[in-house]
């Protein structure tokens, strides 16, 4: 299968669509074949060469109508159905002829039969292409088409020569039975072939264009575009010259038709076996003419002398039959008219309208094909219907017509140059890139000498390189002569480099472009050298040994990037340990103390797979670098593995210890490498990797389980009895997700599970929301909404594993959107996956008009959740099993409320005692006995907590509570500070949740930062930076004021003044340019700064950070360029249009 | 139509995609989509959904705003090798601009989602997405410090919007 795939260029994934649609061609090329030469040929001989003339009449006068109906349906109707439905129209035409033949004379059934499915024809073929086009992206059509013309050719060439035989044996209305067959075969095959091509594209309903984001040019209607057309055509001389040639054509190929019928009709008793034959002749010449013959006349004469071909042909022909009438002329003239001409005029057609400017080229074919097209059909009927009694006029209208054919095919050769040069004139090199189906460009010396011209004469480096493309794509081999001077002259490095990219890329071969690349490999610039070094190896292949030697003198070379570029060559050879010195070299990078090195020349490692290399690698897996281990083991998930050998049994145990890494993406990558060993010793492994905090470890964990399949199950299902919750989810998904009639339930369960959270959320929400002026309860505010949040992406992850992903992602997306009819059409959808009351639950958290309260009712009319005090609330917040950092937010939130709550009647606090425990040295303060009775034995719980933070976090909370008894917090906090210098996390999250800059990302994320930050103390007078600093520092005011000032010669002038809760710097997090402004500290000030590096290490470790500062980033673009927007001049379009032009 | 091999060639000479390898790119070669806009046509709307990042291969598009009814601000105009759309790119936030070719336009598009998929995968490509988006935001910044050079009153207030 291999080498098919090579020799035909078809991609392994495409043959079975390719076979379909093949299936398709063969049986509906070879029933039209037998059936349409049958009816010819019994119409022909019953009623003689005149009916070819009705023929010609009515095809033409229904094509143009056809026309007008088949554009109202083909943008509305899916593409799949609506080939099915041709179909099905073409066995209920069939059916009515043979019907009709049994009460009319069936010659003349025939005839109605022959006109209806030349109309019905062009229907099925202009929809056969739409349909190709939605089974394959244009890239592999542009491959599969001539694959696809090939079984098109077959179908007519076995049908051609197989129809003798069967005109001797079947009367012709049986003929028109086994085409109808042919087609039910074809239907069935179109309407099932959804079913069986799994992952293959969306068939595309163009109707439903809902959501799609991109602009939608105005479809034009029928009448409109051949009004366009003809519009076009007048202007145009080539367009004009084009349509006459077509006019011409199609006159004389219906005097053609006449007159060989004419001839032929007569001299043979099966005229149907003998047209069959001639059919399938004319199928071979026009398949070897689209094979081999078109793309060498092409390159080797230019489009438009190979415009010539044909028609001059066509003369010799057409000059035979009218001087000698005989069998072999008019044979001849047969295929003038078939084979020839699908061979060479439609191609080359094709290539001529590539010099039409590409906006207006559509419009202009359809016009020619639609229109011009059945009018020369009907101007040669016309000439019949004159000329038809006298043969000698007709004969000499055949040769003039010819002629005239040719003629015109001279004026078009000459109007084509000139279309081409006018548009490089204008710069519009849209033709250039051939589009569709073609696999032929136009290599005209007019166009390259012109596209030479413009190379020559472009300035910037981006023009360069774009028409060293364009010369590259269109010249073939005539290119080098224009190329290869440009490189050499080409002043910048950057520009060598990638022009020389470009070359190789295009493929071009020969001796000449191996002394190119040859030549740059000694140029100064270290680029050049590397752009000729890819060159070459693209020409030469990876295995030459000449070139191996290139490499290995490039491994000494100065510049790094060679050096390790020759390292990865050699790494790919599979000899690396052959070549000493870059062995040697490896060795160094990977002793060295470039990080930056040492991971490349890892990748090197990774790239040699030999095992002496693998166990280096290993090595590396213990780096302390999270760059380091981070490459090691993306190099090893690369590898095909298990190796067979006894290195595998290393790889597990040293991967094994890294699934506890604290780089997400190390731990993904471990999980993938353990993954490849289906081995039952690594199942528990996997297992309990469900439990991974990162959302995308843990369903890397699952997709590699549901891929163990069965095997697992058992142990998955011991995994249902987890105490974890998380695990317990993720176990029920791989077992749907296995089994889904089994283990289906258990998804509603958890779905059920996490609405019930939500829920309960939304109440601790409600109680805490009148204490939102404390900022510890505005995060945990934050913190359970977005724990929300998850907990909903949860249950659209838990649906996906029971039914289509898909699906699911778009409800996803629906229920976010603004319309309430997008929102309610997601919740129709999730009733039908669901059940009414879930998919009511989920989709009223959406629904902006709910009141909390509201949700609440619900809440609680579903899933029986109770509205919950405010002492409730605090009580399960802190019981919370989800994470340490939300206990110690519980007990900051209890802190800062506890001297709101309700107190406790005949146990008022005594407030001396309070004062007196504040002095003590330990600095320990009882529980206030006046405290609610759950709160106390909350507070009591953290204190005996084995944990010491949270302990402290109890104790601080504690001294929070009776200092604002005492009415004095804020001399509490002030000498909280005074005394450590550090601030907890909690505050830190709340003082960066407070900073815009950071409001959107999600707490467990800023939970990282925090971590990151540090505060200083700073006193009156300090400036923090100047102007021209180089900084890469966000500073928060905590406490204090600072003034922004902006430096001038005679001093400075005071810009802001920034409170509490304010910052500055912020862009030096992303930027390093130096500081526009200084800042000076007005108060004594309390700081918190945020640091570069540090945040971007943690970015390193946790993608979903960086992704998180991207938003930041995007928002804060779009904010900047709303206020430039704001600065902007506003002026008719108009005006801006005629700035264009002379801009 | 342009072969993967082009798309990659023309990708790497875009500052959007400096940071990427050429495997990198393959995969989004592969997967961006080209479009060709005849002159005057709106590549988007003010108010469409974004998450599509738009690459100019050859012509020339507007960026507009409608101040008023019939009345538009030109914000930029984005030649060969830019790219536009960034800022609504990764949060698929939609549009406050319209789009409009300027020439007949050749454009390569790309969703949003295989790129925050790369970049999950590569948390180096992250970093070097962070810088490129930096980029563009000071130039922004500098030229709204330009704009405002003359007018010192307005800095102070420009100042307090922006940090």
């Not at chain 1, 080359?348 to 059945?374: E, H, Q, S, W, Y």
């Not at chain 1, 959107?817 to 059940?835: G, I, K, Q």
């Not at chain 1, 709340?990 to 467990?1004: A, G, H, N, Q």
């Not at chain 2, 002159?39 to 998450?51: R, S």
């Amino acid at each position: 299968m291999n080498w098919l795939n090579k020799i035909l260029n078809v991609r392994s994934n495409e043959w079975s669509r390719l076979l379909f649609i093949a299936v398709i061609l063969i049986f509906s090329n070879v029933g039209t074949t037998w059936a349409m030469n049958t009816a010819y040929a019994a119409f022909v001989k019953e009623v003689g060469a005149q009916s070819v003339i009705w023929v010609q009449l009515l095809s033409s006068i229904l094509s143009i109508l056809f026309m007008f109906v088949y554009t109202a349906f083909v943008d509305r109707v899916d593409n799949n159905r609506l080939f099915a439905y041709i179909i099905a129209i073409g066995v209920v035409i069939k059916l009515i002829s043979i019907t009709l033949a049994g009460v009319i004379s069936p010659a003349w059934a025939f005839l109605g039969l022959y006109v209806l499915s030349m109309v019905w024809l062009a229907a099925w073929g202009a929809q056969f292409a739409t349909y190709v086009n939605d089974l394959f992206d244009i890239q592999s059509a542009k491959r599969t088409w001539p694959i696809i013309l090939a079984a098109a050719s077959i179908g007519g060439i076995t049908g051609g020569f197989t129809l003798q035989f069967l005109t001797t044996r079947l009367s012709p209305l049986s003929i028109i039975w086994i085409w109808v067959l042919t087609d039910v075969v074809a239907f069935g095959v179109v309407w099932v072939m959804p079913i069986f091509i799994k992952g293959h594209k969306k068939f595309s309903k163009t109707g439903v264009k809902s959501g799609k984001p991109f602009a939608q040019n105005e479809e034009t209607s029928y009448l409109q575009g051949m009004k366009d057309g003809l519009g076009f055509t007048l202007q145009s001389g080539l367009l004009r010259w084009m349509a006459i040639g077509t006019l011409i054509l199609m006159a004389l190929m219906s005097l053609l038709e006449y007159y060989y019928n004419l001839i032929l009709a007569p001299q043979f008793d099966d005229y149907a076996g003998f047209l069959g034959k001639l059919e399938g002749v004319s199928s071979i010449i026009s398949l070897l003419i689209l094979f081999f013959g078109i793309g060498w006349m092409t390159r080797s004469w230019g489009v438009k002398d190979t415009n010539l071909v044909y028609p001059t042909l066509n003369l010799l022909i057409c000059g035979g039959v009218a001087g000698f009438p005989t069998a072999l002329t008019a044979s001849l003239a047969f295929i003038t008219r078939k084979g020839l001409r699908s061979g060479f005029q439609e191609t080359i057609d094709a290539l001529l309208f590539n010099a039409v400017p590409l906006r207006i080229k559509g419009r202009a074919r359809a016009f020619v094909g639609g229109m011009i097209t059945p009018l020369g059909t009907l101007t040669g009927v016309f000439l019949l219907w004159v000329l038809g009694e006298t043969i000698g006029l007709l004969r000499g209208a055949i040769a003039l017509l010819a002629l005239i054919y040719l003629v015109s095919a001279f004026v078009t050769r000459h109007q084509y140059t000139q279309a081409l040069v006018k548009m490089l004139e204008e710069e519009d090199y849209s033709f250039l890139l051939s589009e569709g189906a073609s696999n032929l460009s136009v290599a005209d010396p007019a166009t390259l000498s012109r596209l030479q011209k413009k190379l020559e004469e472009s300035a910037s480096h981006e023009m360069r390189i774009f028409m060293t493309q364009l010369i590259a794509q269109v010249g073939g081999a005539e290119s080098l002569s224009i190329l290869i001077p440009a490189i050499k002259a080409a002043p910048e490095p950057r520009t060598r480099a990638s022009m020389l990219d470009v070359v190789s890329a295009a493929g071009l071969r020969g001796g000449k472009i191996r002394e190119l690349y040859v030549d740059f490999l000694t140029d100064p610039d270290a680029q050049v050298r590397q752009a000729a070094a890819s060159g070459l190896e693209q020409l030469l292949g990876a295995k030459d040994p000449w070139l191996q030697e290139q490499w290995l003198n490039m491994v000494g070379d100065s510049d790094s990037h060679i050096s390790l570029y020759a390292l990865q060559s050699l790494a790919g050879t599979g000899g690396f340990y052959k070549f000493e010195p870059a062995t040697q070299k490896l060795d160094q990078l990977l002793q060295g103390d470039s990080i930056e090195d040492k991971r490349n020349a890892i990748d090197v490692l990774g790239m040699i797979a030999h095992p002496k290399s693998i166990e280096r690698l290993l090595f590396f897996l213990e780096d302390v670098n999270d760059q380091i281990r981070l490459a090691a083991i993306l190099d090893l998930e690369k590898l095909a593995l298990p190796l067979g050998s006894a290195l595998d049994t290393k790889i597990l145990e040293k991967t094994q210890s890294l699934l506890h890494d604290p780089v997400a993406r190390v731990r993904q990558a471990a999980l993938q490498v353990i993954g490849k060993f289906k081995d039952k010793k690594v199942y528990p492994l996997l297992v309990s990797a469900l439990a991974d905090k990162n959302s995308q470890v843990c369903s890397t964990a699952v997709n590699i389980l549901v891929a163990i399949g069965r095997d697992i199950a058992p142990m998955a299902q011991a995994e249902l009895n987890s105490t974890n919750s998380q695990i317990h989810k993720m176990a029920a998904v791989v077992l749907s997700r296995i089994n889904p009639r089994q283990f289906g339930s258990l998804i509603d369960k958890s779905v059920s599970n996490n609405l019930n959270n939500i829920y309960q959320n939304i109440s601790l929400e409600q109680a805490l929301t009148p204490y939102n002026k404390y900022y510890s309860v505005r995060v945990q505010l934050a913190a359970l909404r977005e724990g929300n949040d998850n907990l909903i992406d949860e249950i659209l992850y838990l649906l996906s594993a029971i039914h289509d992903p898909q699906i699911l992602n778009v409800i996803g997306e629906s229920l976010h959107s603004d319309s309430p009819e997008t929102r309610n059409l997601a919740l129709e959808a999730l009733e039908s996956l669901t059940s009414p009351q879930t998919a009511a639950l989920i989709a009223s958290l959406f629904e902006p008009s709910m009141a909390p309260m509201q949700l609440l009712e619900l809440g609680h009319g579903t899933l029986n959740v109770e509205q919950v005090n405010i002492v409730q609330a605090l009580e399960k917040l802190f019981s919370s099993t989800n994470s340490r950092l939300f206990n110690l937010l519980a007990l900051h939130v209890v802190g800062d409320i506890g001297a709101d709550l309700p107190k406790t009647p005949n146990q008022q606090g005594d407030i001396n005692r309070l004062l007196e425990a504040l002095e003590t040295p330990s600095g320990k303060v009882d529980i206030d006995p006046a405290l609610p009775m759950e709160v106390r034995s909350l507070l009591e719980k953290a204190l005996n907590n084995s944990d010491l933070l949270i302990q402290q976090a109890a104790q601080a909370a504690l001294q929070k509570i009776s200092g604002s008894r005492l009415g004095d917090v804020e001399d509490v906090v002030l000498k909280d500070r005074e005394e450590s210098k550090e601030i907890s996390v909690i505050e830190r999250i709340s003082i960066l949740k407070e900073v815009p800059f950071f409001r959107d990302i999600p707490i467990s994320q800023l939970e990282n930062l925090a971590m990151m930050c540090k505060e200083k103390k700073y006193r009156k007078g300090t400036r923090i930076f100047k102007t021209g600093d180089l900084g890469e520092t966000l500073y928060i005011v905590v406490e204090g004021q600072v003034g922004i000032e902006q430096e001038k010669r005679g001093g400075a002038t005071l810009l802001a003044t920034l409170g509490n809760n304010s910052y500055f710097g912020e862009m030096s997090l992303f930027d390093k340019s130096p500081r526009s402004t200084s800042a000076v500290v007005l108060k004594d000030s309390f700081i918190m700064e945020v640091n570069r590096a540090p945040i971007f290490a943690l970015t390193m470790q946790n993608p979903d950070l960086a992704l998180e500062l991207i938003n930041v980033l995007s928002q804060r673009i779009r904010e900047t360029s709303d206020r430039l927007a704001d600065t902007a001049r506003s002026r008719p379009r108009e005006l801006h249009k005629l700035f264009d032009q002379f801009g | 139509m342009l072969s993967t091999i082009d798309r990659i060639i023309f990708l790497k000479e875009v500052p959007f995609f400096h940071g990427m390898t050429i495997e990198q790119l393959k995969i989004l070669a592969a997967l961006c989509e080209e479009r060709l806009f005849e002159k005057d046509a709106h590549i988007f709307n003010n108010g469409d959904p974004g998450g599509v990042l738009y690459v100019v291969v050859n012509g020339r598009v507007g960026i507009e705003q409608e101040k008023r009814a019939g009345s538009f601000a030109r914000l930029a105009d984005v030649d060969a090798y830019s790219y536009f759309g960034e800022a609504n790119f990764f949060d698929n936030n939609p549009h406050s601009t319209s789009a409009v070719a300027v020439r007949d336009t050749l454009i390569l598009q790309l969703r949003r989602e295989p790129v925050i998929e790369l970049a999950r995968q590569n948390p180096n490509l992250a970093l070097e997405l962070i810088n490129v988006l930096s980029e563009r935001l000071r130039e922004n910044n500098s030229r709204i410090s330009e704009l405002t050079r003359s007018q010192p009153d307005k800095l102070d207030k420009l100042y307090n919007a922006f940090g």
